[in-house]
Structure formats: C-alpha cells, structure tokens
C-alpha cells in the first residue's frame, strides 16, 4: 500500500499547484479557529501562568492539599512580598498579614492546640489564652516568619503550574463573567483541567485537579492594591517581648 501513496499525493499537488492561483487547494490544512489559534494547549497553559507573573498582585483562593491534609485559603499576594488573606484546615484557621518589616498571625484556640499538643498541658493551656484571638507579631527575617512567607511568595504559588506538558484544548466557557478556555491534561492521578481568559491579559483563572488530593484554585484580582497594613494596639503581642 505504501507505493500507492505516493502517486495519489503527487497528482493531488499538481492538480493544487494548477488551481491555486483561481480556487484555492482544499488539500491545504484549514484555518485554526478559536482562542489562541495558533498555539498548542500547553503553550497557552504556559503563556497564561507567565501573564500571572506578569502581575503586580493577584488573589489566590481555593482548596488544597498539605501534608495530607485539606486546607483552605484565600491571600492577595504582591509582587513585593506583602501579603495579606486567611487560611484553615482541620487543625484550625488563622489570618496572616505580612508586610516588608514583620509578619502578623492571628490563630483560633483549635490551630495553636494543634501546634502545641506536645507541650504540657498546662503550658500549653497558658500558651494558648495568651495567644489565642490576638495577633502575634515577629520580625519578617526570624526563621519561622520566612515559613510563613512562603504563602505570600508569588513565585513559589506558580511553580506546580511551570512547564506545561500535554494539555489539550477544549471548549470555551465563562469564569466569574470572563469568557475562558478550557485546557485539560491527565496525570498520573487524574486530570489537571486550566481555564484561560480569552480576552485582554490571558490570565488563569482557575485550575483544578482530581485524584486522591483534589483541588481547586482559582485567580482574581489582578493588580489590585494589597492592603498589609500592620494591626495596633492591645490586640497585638510582640514576640520579641515575650521571652
């Protein structure tokens, strides 16, 4: 069969060669069409996490997965490292605020039981009414402030989304109003699926994942002035000062 083909192809591009110039050659491949013609799924899925960093700011929102455990978040993020949102799981919720001098946590009873469950009970009991409800403050430099800053680290939020490999591209649908393609990939676990703005910056707007650790993240908020301003007053509690 395969010394039938090239006799076929032969006489076909003559035959297109001779009625280009009047009708066009239908053997040609046709126009792409839809969002982003001219790019493969995983190009887009890349160009839209670059157009992310790109921001000045943006909020993150939506459930994820640590350490086997499900928590949720939702922090405006600046490019400068200001930061400010709140996150929970089952082990309890807590505000976060950081701005270029200092980091501010203020955690329910349920989050600091759960840091402190080796304590002493009765430590832990003193530790937790002192704390509890009230913002603690430390300097942005200490160790356990840069842990923190890690949730406001722009950079460090997009890195599961670099290098996209494999996404396809399907139907265009709406998130929160805005006109998005939908680009699919399936993994080892099931299947990431990346909804891109289709009109002005192409933005991510959203990315979830199934499989044993689902998750759902959604973008918003684009360039829009994080507000880190540091809390004052009795409510806050130096953690210089304590000892």
């Known amino acids: 069969m395969r010394t039938l083909r090239r ?11 001779a009625g280009l110039a009047l009708t066009g050659c239908s053997l040609l491949k046709p126009a792409a069409s839809g969002p982003f013609p001219d790019m493969t799924g995983s190009q887009v899925a890349n160009k839209s996490v670059t157009a992310l960093r790109g921001t000045n700011s943006l909020t993150v929102s939506g459930n994820v997965w640590d350490a086997g455990k499900e928590m949720k978040l939702n922090m405006a993020v600046s490019k400068g490292g200001d930061c400010k949102g709140t996150i929970s799981s089952q082990d309890g919720s807590f505000e976060l605020i950081r701005n270029a001098d200092s980091v501010f946590i203020k955690a329910d009873e349920p989050f600091y039981r759960a840091q402190m469950k080796d304590l002493p009970k009765e430590q832990a009991d003193a530790a937790v009414k002192m704390l509890a409800g009230h913002w603690l403050k430390s ?24 290098k996209s490999e494999g996404a396809e591209k399907g139907k265009v649908t709406t998130e929160r109003g805005q006109e998005a393609l939908t680009l699919t990939t399936k993994t080892n676990d099931g299947t990431e699926t990346l909804l891109v703005a289709t009109k002005g910056e192409p933005y991510l707007l959203k990315a979830t994942n199934t499989g044993k650790e689902p998750s759902e993240i959604s973008f918003s908020g684009f360039n829009e002035p994080v507000k880190a301003d540091a809390p004052t007053g009795k409510d806050v509690i130096d953690a210089d000062k304590m000892g």
């Open 7 to 17: 006799p076929v192809t032969t006489t076909a591009a003559l035959a297109c060669a």
């Open 139 to 162: 300097k942005a430099t200490d160790q356990d402030s840069k842990e923190l800053s890690s949730l406001c680290d722009l950079n460090e939020l997009l890195k599961e989304f670099d």
